[in-house]
Antibody, heavy 119, light 110 residues
C-alpha cells in the first residue's frame, strides 16, 4: 500500500526557509491532492495546504504569503517551502494523501518530521 | 482557536461507551463530510472515520460516526485501554477554502 516519508533539515534558523520533501512509495503520485499538515508540540493539527499533481494549489490563508508547494511526478515526490520562519513554525510536519472532502479525505499520512526553528 | 470545537478531554472505563462531539458551522460541517482521526502517543494521525459515518477497512466497528446539521460526533463502544489517544475531527471549509480541524480530544481509559 501507499506509504509517505517526509525528509528535510531538522533545524532551521529564524528568517530562513524551511524545505521539506515527501516521497510517495507503493503507488502513483498522479491524480491525487497531496497535503501538508503541522502540529506544534502538545498542540493540535494545522493544515498548511495541498497540491494536485497538475500543480494546482490551495494554501491556508494564514500562511499563504510564506508557502510554496511543488510536485515532481518523475520522482514521486512533492515539496513544501515555508519562508521567513520563526519559532512559531517549530512543529512536527506531516505529509498526507488528500482524496478530497467528498471522498476519503486525508487517508494516508507520513510518520512526520520534527522541525525546530532556532539560531 | 480551532475552527471546529471539541471537548479537550473525555474519559471512560473499559467496556463503556463514550462519545466525542465536534461543533462547526454552515461553511464546514453542514456543507461537508466530517472526518475523524486517532492519534496514538508519538505517532501520526490515522483515519478512523471518513464521509461522516464510514469506516476504513481495518477499523473496528466499535467506532462509529454521525453528523447532524453543524455538529458531528464520534462514538466508541466497548472501550479498551488501547483506545487511549487524541481524537481529531476535520472538515473542508467552503468559505475559507481549507481543511479545518478541531482542537482534539484526549481520551483517557480509566
Amino acid at each position: 500500500q501507499v506509504q509517505l516519508q517526509e525528509s528535510g533539515p531538522g533545524l532551521v534558523k529564524p528568517s530562513e526557509t524551511l524545505s521539506l520533501t515527501c516521497t510517495v512509495s507503493g503507488g502513483s503520485i498522479n491524480n491525487y491532492y497531496w497535503s501538508w499538515i503541522r502540529q506544534p508540540a502538545g498542540k493540535g493539527l494545522e493544515w498548511i495546504g495541498r497540491i494536485y499533481t497538475s500543480g494546482s494549489t490551495n494554501y491556508n490563508p494564514s500562511l499563504k504569503s510564506r508557502v510554496t508547494m511543488s510536485v515532481d511526478t518523475s520522482k514521486n515526490q512533492f515539496s513544501l517551502k515555508l519562508s521567513s520562519v520563526t519559532a512559531a513554525d517549530t512543529a512536527v510536519y506531516y505529509c498526507a494523501r488528500d482524496q478530497g472532502f467528498d471522498y476519503y479525505g486525508m487517508d494516508v499520512w507520513g510518520q512526520g518530521t520534527t522541525v525546530t526553528v532556532s539560531s | 482557536q480551532s475552527v471546529l470545537t471539541q471537548p479537550p478531554s473525555a474519559s471512560g472505563t473499559p467496556g463503556q461507551r463514550v462519545t466525542i462531539s465536534c461543533s462547526g458551522s454552515s461553511s464546514n460541517i453542514r456543507s461537508s463530510y466530517v472526518y475523524w482521526y486517532q492519534q496514538l502517543p508519538g505517532t501520526a494521525p490515522n483515519l478512523l472515520i471518513y464521509r461522516s459515518d464510514q469506516r476504513p477497512s481495518g477499523v473496528p466497528d466499535r467506532f462509529s460516526g454521525s453528523k447532524s446539521g453543524t455538529s458531528a460526533s464520534l462514538a466508541i463502544s466497548g472501550l479498551r485501554s488501547e483506545d487511549e489517544a487524541d481524537y481529531y475531527c476535520a472538515a473542508w471549509d467552503d468559505s475559507l477554502t481549507l481543511w479545518v480541524f478541531g482542537g482534539g480530544t484526549k481520551l483517557t481509559v480509566l
